[in-house]
């Protein structure tokens, strides 16, 4: 038998380093060329690494949200014939993305509450995975929890990074993973629930807060409101959808804005346009690149539809429904998740009256879409029933001027209710 050591790739890119998202194995594990073993986020993409070879999981390097320099051994697999390596070679540590807690002293360490003897509960594992990543466990424990119709997701594991064992499944079963006890029937006891869950900023969570706090502390945000009668674009809407020509996209009322956006945008300037606050240079682009706000199970991503003023309504809602289900999938690459000047996030079926929706940074502007409702409105003196829907928008106060933003949003205003002179 030999050691195979694995060196942290050179994904491409100018990239240098990547983050540790989640180890799909663990020390022990077997694996095949070509499995998936590790998620690596960088500042342009999350990539998923497979095996180089058959083997044995011997050592791994790095804890989700650990950094791994592009080079170094980050995994090592004991495999037939002489390997690549020694097998006394030490990989190279990690960099850890934040200081470490410190270990509680066993004078520190908390007491467990007393457990009457007629009633034993077994105490649970704790989990030591990084919370939302996948649970690592053998697929004989996986096979196991599937025929016991388990989640393991709600399994507490012992072993390393939290992998789950036949004995925390065990235990999960019989009521050890924080079960409460069951209570004589009628009776109205409640139980106290004193436990606590350690969520590890890390990955895309990380990327998402530091991003948002770059933007939020360095621009000078306000907000501003509006509220868009749709009745007539609705008509509009629904007459596209049923004559839509054969294999296009059922329009939402997204591509329409979209396209609103662009006329809105080119009659201000000033609010298609990047600022480079270290230059102290606002470059105002032509070409509206318009990021779409989208969430994933994995986070807040922004996918772009590149040159949306070149689109038709149909090439619009399809190049839309293409960068946003790639980006829930996890195919969407760096081409489409890079280079929008101005950013729409809609809150759909949340609805809610007003938001204050943070600006992607280095763009100058965002545009908040609620949802679309039937209200009872004033129109000549008369209370008539409209489809209304409410528009939040936040610009960069350092250069976008109160006037100038509430012009564009009213301008959106004009076109949206007046959904023919979008097509003009």
Known sequence: MGIYAFKMPDIGEGVVEGEVVEWMVAVGDSVKEDDPILSVMTDKATVEIPSPVDGTVKSIVGDAGDILPVGVVCIEFEVEGDGNASSDSKPAPAKKKAEEKPKASAETKAKPAPVEAAEPVPAAPAVTRAAGTKALAS????????EANINLDHVAGSGPAGRISHADLDAHIAGGSNATRSSPVGSTTKVELNGTEEHKVIGLRRKIADSMMASYSTIAHFSYFEEVD?????????HLNATRPEGAPKLTYLPFIMLACV????????????YDDDAGVVTRHQAVNLGIATQTDRGLYVPVVKHTEAMDIWQAASEMMRVTSATREGKAGVEDLTGSTFTITSLGRLGGLGATPIINKPEVGILGVHNAKE???VRNGNIVIRRMMNLSSSWDHRVVDG???????????????????IFM
């Open 139 to 146: 697929p004989a424990v996986r096979q196991r929890s599937r």
């Open 230 to 238: 749709i009745t007539a674009l609705e008509e509009l809407r629904q």
């Open 263 to 274: 006329k809105a945008l080119a009659r201000s300037p000033e609010c298609n346009a990047l």
């Open 375 to 377: 209200r009872a409105v």
């Open 403 to 421: 006037h100038d933003g509430a012009t564009m949003v009213q301008t959106l205003k004009t076109y949206l209710e007046n959904p023919a002179t």
